[in-house]
């Protein structure tokens, strides 16, 4: 028979046995296996392109500059004013011009008059010739007479029209329809021959002017045609044509750029230009399915068999919430794009497939 104090090691003892019991299947318990979505690689064609800002010009500027040297006395339009062909741009003071028109027509009635003595004076040497009432030596002194009176009123005819030229450009016109943008002289002021008044933008084709970073240039096609719009109503939007690049740097230290555009943009108008640089293939992720790995960055893969590893990638470039991978990844290779911070090689997963962006 057993004594009290057995009775209680065993009740012990089965009570042990018990708790035992019950935390075996607890600790025997499978882990469950982490979810991860990802997303099957497929290597895409994306198009790159630039949008440049400038303004609209006319292609034709044209500088109005008086040909001969005076004061300035009147100037009859100003910036922004629309101009036709002939329309009288600016007047120089004519006072020294005139009076040289004045002086020649002086020359011209002198030479003239004695033109009219000579030919009066040869008239009457020829008759009296005529009758053997004269000598040779008359007569052709009287022709001699004539020719150089003759020459002279030449002369002085020659520097009339001379005079009445000069005289004529001391009115300045624009020589074609267009639009005054710069004044670059004001009234009294003396200016030189040659020298601009006026910039005047031609009617006709237009460009707008856009300033490139010098590498950036280089990825570009001259063919290809490019979208315009007004920066006021980017909805407005023509297509245009790389007219010129400019050979050199600019002040600014980049490279002048004319793009040709629809005529009907208003001069000056801010326009918004947008032009292919190329195409190329690629594989676009999220920006969360990148890690590190020894430095460098690295994304996990899902194998055949549901493991997990790591694979070094080539990041070409960031943009907003993507990065683009120049090399490291096969077309239908799954890629973990959430859930990747909880991994670790050879870890059994479960997927799920999201879209790739």
Known sequence: MLNTPSLLKLAALASIAGLAACDAPANTAAKPTPLVEVVTVTHQLRTLSQTLTGSVEAKAQASAAFLISGRLSTLTVDVGQRVQAGQVLARMSPAEYQADVDAAQAGVTAAQSRLAQTKTALDRQTSLWDQGLTTRSALDGAKTAWETASG?????????????????????????????????????????????????????????????????????????????????????????????????????????????????????????????????????????????????????????????????????????????????????????????QFLSPGLVVDTREVAQP
């Open 152 to 340: 002279t009123a030449e002369s002085a005819q020659a520097q009339l029209e001379l005079a009445q030229e000069a005289l004529s450009y001391t009115t300045l016109k624009a020589r074609a329809d267009g639009v005054v943008i710069r004044k670059l002289a004001n009234v009294d002021e003396v200016v030189q021959a040659g020298a601009p008044v006026f910039l005047i933008a031609e009617d006709g084709p237009r460009n707008a002017r856009i300033n490139v970073q010098e590498a950036a240039i280089s990825g570009w096609d001259m063919n290809q045609q490019v979208s315009v719009s007004p920066i006021s109503n980017p909805a407005a939007t023509t297509t245009g044509r790389i007219a010129e690049i400019a050979p050199a740097l600019d002040a600014t230290g980049t490279v002048p750029v004319k793009v040709e555009v629809d005529p009907s943009l208003p001069l000056g108008v801010p326009v918004s230009v947008r032009l292919q640089v190329r195409q190329d293939d690629h594989v676009t992720l999220p920006m969360q399915a990148l890690t590190l790995a020894d430095g460098q960055a690295a994304v996990w893969l899902v194998a055949a068999d549901n493991t997990v590893s790591l694979r070094a990638v080539a990041v070409e470039r960031y943009e907003s919430g993507v990065a683009i991978l120049a090399d490291g990844l096969e077309d239908d290779e799954k890629v973990v794009v959430s859930g990747g």
